[in-house]
């Protein structure tokens, strides 16, 4: 018998956690809208408040300053529109729902994949305008972790508001939001283990006066109209909880992916690392092959059964270079990175499963010969 599929793309969509899950089913058995004053309604409302509480807690917030959204995508539009601020600055790595949101003036990165905090300066500096300034915690692609307290310190310095994008962050490293000092934080319950269509914007502020982008009822303190996805919001509240108690979740992933890492290089001595030196989240691992497509890679492993993908799961089925490798001078390799990202239900077994995988097809690839099966994905 055939052995199970390995799922090795938790930066695109983690697997529901078993909490997660439960929590859904039993919002899904309550009839009541958490507008409604009755008692099923209060039972609703408690859900919800119950959630908010969870999110909250596990990024440093008030329970007030949480708004949830239809997930990070959303949360990201709200703040960058809602400061009602013209001036943009975003890092030249931001997600496409960043990038998309507003047109914005870009901060260069470096080689290592961390904002150049000299750049943030000059810009920021060469203009009076209040602006808002987007640099997310953690790379998507890369795993790197950006230096947002000291993108807060000098965004204050010249009046600027931080937002930060922290889908990947969140779960992954401790966030604090009192202490980086950033006003405003997206997250998305599908990286956590929670269900997908569901995220919050997290305000450090409570009574910060945000304009909505959905208007209507008025819902989530005004700040988002629309009556409330219960069933999700259960499900992010039970997967926020889930990660505080994964009391050394992050340091067993770790080892899973510097083993992972340790073993495709042994496999390809030429094997890249993009942003292996610098500071990143524990699960995420950036690696090409010089002179073998990233496509290529990610049809061998997925013919073996291995799944991972090729920069951002929103737009890598483009087949176009990172511009995340592209900002950080990457070249022509850019078009040879795939993206190895570990999760909650991530075991040693699928770690081997993964380097026997691609041994394989980096054995065949270095022969000559390619993979011989032709992609389902492609066929047409």
């Given at each position: 018998?055939?052995?199970?599929?390995?799922?090795?793309?938790?930066?695109?969509?983690?697997?529901?956690?078993?909490?997660?899950?439960?929590?859904?089913?039993?919002?899904?058995a309550h009839p009541g809208n958490p507008s409604s004053i009755h008692g099923f309604g209060r039972a609703a409302r408690r859900l919800v408040e119950d959630a908010r509480e969870a999110v909250a807690c596990l990024v440093g917030a008030s329970p007030e300053a949480v708004v949830f959204t239809s997930g990070g995508t959303e949360a990201n539009a709200l703040a960058l529109a809602g400061w009602g601020r013209r001036r943009l600055l975003w890092s030249a790595i931001e997600h496409p729902s960043v990038l998309k949101a507003a047109p914005g003036e870009s901060i260069p990165v470096g080689p290592d994949g961390?904002?150049?905090?000299?750049?943030?300066e000059e810009l920021l500096a060469a203009s009076r305008e209040p602006a808002v300034v987007a640099v997310m915690a953690a790379n998507n692609e890369t795993g790197v972790l950006q230096p947002v307290a000291d993108v807060v310190r000098i965004a204050k310095a010249h009046g600027a508001v931080v937002h930060c994008d922290a889908v990947q962050a969140v779960g992954r490293v401790d966030i604090d939001m009192a202490a980086l000092g950033i006003d405003s934080l997206a997250l998305s319950a599908h990286k956590l283990g929670g269900p997908t269509g569901v995220g919050a914007l997290v305000?450090?502020?409570?009574?910060?006066?945000?304009a909505p982008l959905l208007r209507g009822g008025g819902q989530e303190r005004n700040r988002r109209a629309g009556t409330e996805n219960l069933?999700?919001?259960?499900?992010?509240?039970?997967?926020?909880?889930?990660?505080q108690d994964d009391v050394g979740e992050m340091e067993r992933l770790a080892i899973l992916r510097d083993r992972l890492e340790q073993g495709a290089r042994q496999r390809v001595p030429s094997l890249v690392?993009?942003?292996?030196q610098s500071p990143r989240v524990s699960n995420t691992a950036c690696l090409a092959m010089p002179g073998v497509t990233a496509q290529t890679l990610l049809m061998g492993l997925d013919l073996a059964g291995v799944a991972v993908s090729a920069g951002s799961a929103c737009s890598s089925g483009k087949l176009a270079?990172?511009?995340?490798?592209?900002?950080?001078?990457?070249?022509?390799?850019?078009?040879?990175?795939?993206?190895?990202?570990?999760?909650?239900?991530?075991?040693?077994?699928?770690?081997?499963?993964?380097?026997?995988?691609?041994?394989?097809?980096?054995?065949?690839?270095?022969?000559?010969r390619g993979t011989a099966e032709r992609h389902p994905a492609l066929a047409g």
């Open positions: 018998m055939a052995a199970a599929a390995v799922y090795l793309d938790y930066n695109a969509t983690a697997p529901v956690r078993p909490a997660a899950r439960g929590a859904m089913l039993r919002a899904m961390r904002v150049d905090l000299s750049a943030l305000l450090a502020n409570s009574d910060v006066d945000l069933p999700g919001i259960a499900g992010l509240g039970a997967a926020a909880r889930a990660v690392v993009f942003g292996g270079p990172s511009h995340v490798l592209i900002a950080m001078g990457a070249g022509p390799l850019a078009a040879s990175a795939i993206r190895v990202s570990l999760g909650w239900a991530s075991r040693d077994d699928d770690v081997e499963r993964f380097l026997d995988a691609f041994g394989a097809v980096t054995g065949r690839l270095a022969a000559g």
